[in-house]
């Protein structure tokens, strides 16, 4: 049973109330479950941001800025970071600004990181239980942070309301990348680090390929557009923020806002079928060994299946 205390300490903001709640979400545990439900019954509302860019490009320092900026506009943020590597606090987000200790931005900003199990820039089952949480408990922007790798990182448009994609100046791997229509996901790219020398080229050279990607592809489409930035210095946030909002009165207007909503909600069910069917694999594989002979592969595919379909039953 869920102790419902500690959902309504979460709905009232307690912070230590979240973390555990979302841990049970995560973890997947009975009580997690019926947590999620119950948010899920007040979640539909936020918008859902992604965030992707190779290692390096300055994701994490954009989103201090984008934090900063909706905050000031008067929402609540929830960020999602999928790292496999390092953990992340509120301080790896705000710099040195220590702005982090601000009351209004404590209260208003929830960042949460996990690891990726392995989905590297993909998106997980826990990532989209998180945020269906975080929406529910009336974070109304939602950020989430993926590893990018180039080709891996496609599934992040399914879940998400509005892409981001970071370059780079003079990032020869990203710019291939675009021109071979890998990397086609942004809503928005946004061109970091505009400090730096090759910053001017390389923003012509992405607005051509754009321009060719996507020039046949209108009628009232999106059109993708680029945003310079200095995350460093937040130089470019104010205008990055306009543009995502822009692109949610684009999908309200289209009425594909809720559809986002609906497609990451199935998308729950696939990954949580999937993840207990390759545990039933997994288990009965060990279990019955025995089923397997090494001269039969078809035969052993058939046993193992006949059991597993026999145990859903
Ligand atoms: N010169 C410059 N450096 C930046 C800018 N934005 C971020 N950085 C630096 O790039 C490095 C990687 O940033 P980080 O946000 O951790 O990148 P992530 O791996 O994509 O999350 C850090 O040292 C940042 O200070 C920028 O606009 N200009
Ligand atoms: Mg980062």
Redesign the pocket.
Known sequence: MLNSNILEKALSGNELAIAKLLTKIEYMTEEGIIALDALMKRSGNAHVIGIT?I????????IGGIIQEYVSRGHRVGVIVIDPSSPYTMGSFMGNRLRFQDKTLLKNVFIRSIASRGYLGGVSAEAIMLTEALDGLGYDRIII?TVGAGQTDTEIEKIVHTVLV?VIPGAGDDIQALKAGIMEIGDIYVL?????PEAELTYNILKSIINDNTESAYEDKWKPTIVK?????SEGIPELVDKIEEHRNYLVQKDLFKKRILDRRAKIVELIVRRKLEELVTNVIKDKYDLITSENIPESIKKVMDTIKELLR
């Open positions: 860019g290692p390096g490009s300055g994701k994490s320092t954009l942070e970071l970091n680090k505009y400090d730096r930035t200095i995350a460093i210095k």
